[in-house]
């Protein structure tokens, strides 16, 4: 099924190219008649066009992940580096719970990058319209017993009513304007994750925020002894969580427990006070 329309929407590829540059032409040739209004219509409306292709071909493309060693603290703050610009800008803290008892684990890296923003982004625009407290919590967990690592994105948002909860992971579903949602996020983020044999949930009460819930099982290299993981955890580790970017707090639990340690920054919204 993913690959019949995969190759449907690859098919379209083609055709919209033509449609897309006949449009710019007309747009050319129009200039200072009512018909340039018209072709830029028709040029965005194929741009729009070609990017829900091209989201739908990320989406059925059902590449296995490319496996690698992953400290995931590192992709969490890469991801909200990404971000942090767009989330200070529109008033919104961002706090980052990092336990060190997460180890390193072998999943596709870039596939869980694309995750978190995608949550990220979400929890953004949840919370554009929204008087009040605007944050977001991310925090990673280990369960030992399961072998499982758990990062909670908590938002303060407006919350999901629970007849749209199994339905806002369904492709195409969408509750945004056109032109601001496709609709595929959720789906191809829960895609990915099980992929990785994990999971991909959401919990929210409406009126009190959503927190999307993943959990991955921790698949360790076989050739990859216990200290090596540890050896990497580490460098990982203080190559990227113990360097906060500019305008984030950065402060280290005390606790002496090392599965209860954890690392904890946060991103302030650039109020100017
Ligand atoms: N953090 C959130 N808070 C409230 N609603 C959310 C949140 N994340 C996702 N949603 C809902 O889930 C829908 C589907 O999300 P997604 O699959 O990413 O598609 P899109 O973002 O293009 O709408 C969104 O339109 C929105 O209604
Ligand atoms: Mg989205």
Redesign the pocket.
Known sequence: MGSLLAGVAHELNNPLAVVMGQAMLLRESAANSPFAARADKIHAASERCARIVKNFLALARSRPPERGPVALGGVVTQAVELLAYELRTSSIEVEVRLSEAVPVFQADGHQLHQVIV??L???H??MRRIGGLRRIILTSAFDAATARVRLTIT?T????APE?QAK??EPF????PPG????????L?RGIVEEHGGTLTVE?QPGH??T?VMTLPVITARRSSRRWSTMVTRSMWQATASRPSPGCTARTSTSSSPTRRCRAWTVRPSTGS
């Open positions: 995608n949550l982004a979400n929890a625009h949840a938002d948002g407006p919350g999901i749209l806002i992971f579903f969408t509750t945004k601001e949602g496709t609709g595929l996020g959720l789906s983020c929210s925020g959503a999307f």
